[in-house]
């Protein structure tokens, strides 16, 4: 696949165009995040997101890749710039308004965290309990989720019970059972055979099918052969975009 390099000038007119002709759930504006005592995590990142997007984030080690979907999910602060998510200013997120905010994320993170003191279902609820869901409703969409994924037949065992590619599966299944608006998935197939990297993918394109905003940070080159749009990143800036709908001139 070719890249199209893009100056930082291009890049913004890129931007505004985007931002004119579709609605936009994600924007950028010179958004910058340092780490204490850190070089730059991310340098002037300018760019905009529409709802709905399937959007591949790509670049080295170290390039700023999970920073850039901590600071979508609000894990991490822009130390700089302006970061909409959904028309909120993301450097004015608080703790009371954080876990409200954050129902519309699903997030699949590079280290899955299940709970192995509770069963896969119980995994799966949690969210929904958390934000106040009853116990029987629950218990219901959490199957429905799992059975989405495949592993009805699994509900009841633990998470050391299941192989890798399963419990990558439980992770979604709990990423996407309160129904978000964007997904963020932090290399999703990382430590999975080419089978399950390829299921798992496979749902993730179903839910940007059903509409969902989709970004996903991949180091796996066969995934970006197909994909409509990636964000190239390299020590912490974006330094070229490919777009499947519409090439970019350098
Ligand atoms: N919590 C942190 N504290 C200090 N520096 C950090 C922290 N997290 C990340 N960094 C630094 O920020 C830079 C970007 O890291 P990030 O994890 O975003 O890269 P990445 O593209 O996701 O890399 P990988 O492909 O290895 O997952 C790196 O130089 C890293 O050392
Ligand atoms: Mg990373």
Redesign the pocket.
């Known amino acids: 696949m070719t890249f199209s390099r893009l100056s930082p000038a291009n890049l913004l007119m890129r931007c505004s165009t985007d931002f004119l002709t579709r609605m936009s759930i994600i924007s950028f504006s010179h958004v910058a995040?340092q780490?204490?005592?850190?070089?730059?995590?991310?340098s002037d990142v300018s760019m905009e997101i529409a709802e709905g997007e399937l959007v591949y984030?790509a670049?080295?080690?170290?390039?700023?890749?999970?920073?850039?979907?901590?600071l979508i999910a609000g894990i991490?602060r822009p130390s700089a710039g302006l970061l909409l998510v959904s028309g909120q200013d993301m450097r004015k997120l608080n703790r009371t308004t954080l876990p409200y905010w954050r129902r519309m994320l699903g997030l699949i993170l590079?280290q899955h965290r299940l709970l192995n003191d509770r069963s896969v279902l119980q995994n799966v609820m949690l969210p929904l309990l958390v934000s106040g869901a009853s116990v029987k409703e629950a218990t219901q969409r959490a199957r429905v989720a799992l059975d989405r994924v495949d592993l009805g037949n699994k509900a009841d065992l633990a998470p050391q019970a299941l192989s890798g590619g399963e419990q990558q599966r439980v992770s979604i299944a709990r990423a996407i059972v309160h129904k978000p608006r964007i997904i963020l998935a932090?290399?999703p197939t990382a430590n999975l055979d080419r089978d399950s990297g390829r299921r798992v993918m496979d749902m993730l394109h179903a839910f940007h099918t059903a509409g969902v905003t989709c970004i996903i940070?991949t180091?796996d080159e066969r995934l970006l052969q197909n994909a409509d749009r990636v964000v190239q990143?390299e020590r912490?800036r974006v330094i070229a975009m490919h777009d499947a709908a519409s090439e970019v001139g350098a």
């Open positions: 995040k780490y204490a005592g850190s070089i730059s995590a991310l984030l670049g080295p080690s170290g390039a700023g890749k999970s920073t850039l979907l901590k991490e590079q932090d290399e940070a180091h990143l912490g």
